[in-house]
Every structure is written in C-alpha cells, then in structure tokens.
C-alpha cells in the first residue's frame, strides 16, 4: 500500500518560518509530480507550489518568494519551506503526488492526511 504522510506543521507568529515534510511510503515504482495544496475552513482546496522529476518548479502567487518546495528523490520525500509566514497562510496543507506502484503500469494521484499550519501572534 503506497502512501504520503505529512509532518512539520504548527503554531508560528506572523513572519516566522515552517518546514513541512511529506514522505511517500510503500512499494513505490516511481515518483512523478508532487505539490502541496492548502484548504482554510469554508475555501476551496488551492495549489500551493509543485515540484515535477525534473526539478522544475511552480508556485502560486500568493506564495512567491516566501515558499520554496524541494525534493529528495532517495528519500522519497518532498518539502515546503515557508518563510515571512502571515496570517493568511493558515490552513490545513496537503501533500499530492503522482506515484506508480512497483510493478504497475501506470501512476494514481495520491493525498496525504493534511497537516495545520496556524499562522497567529
């Protein structure tokens, strides 16, 4: 059974820092596309920022240039840097990702169970 499991999140003050980890588990044939999305109560679910095999990186505006994503591809893990963190990041933040069981033929998209990111002084 191939699964994403978040950590990292917290209470922080306004301009602090978090680190949130997501780490793939299971028999896992290959990683594609991963991302963090976020969800405030009674809003919809938005992408964050995704980071693709390659490296290649997006982010959505809101987030540019405090948020950095990264991964470490023999680790199986993904993580979100979040920096000068505001009161508005407050949310419940999902992992995603696009993984291929060993042995399968083709990739599922997959969630973590989500983990809270208070933003508060």
């Known amino acids: 059974q191939v699964q994403l499991v978040e950590s990292g999140g917290g209470l922080v003050q306004p301009g602090g820092s978090l680190r949130l980890s997501c780490v793939a588990s299971?028999?896992?044939?290959?990683?594609?596309?991963m991302g963090w999305y976020r969800q405030a109560p009674g809003k919809q679910r938005n992408m964050v920022a995704t980071?693709?095999?390659?490296?290649?990186?997006n982010y959505a505006d809101s987030v540019k240039g405090r948020f950095t994503i990264s991964r470490d591809n023999t680790k199986n893990t993904v993580y979100l840097q979040m920096n000068d963190l505001k009161p508005e990041d407050t949310a419940v933040y999902f992992c995603n990702g696009y993984l291929r069981v060993l042995g399968g033929s083709y990739s599922s998209n997959y969630w973590g169970q989500g983990t809270q990111v208070t933003v508060s002084s």
């Open positions: 980071v693709d095999s390659g490296d290649w990186t």
């Open positions: 299971g028999k896992i044939g290959s990683i594609g596309i």
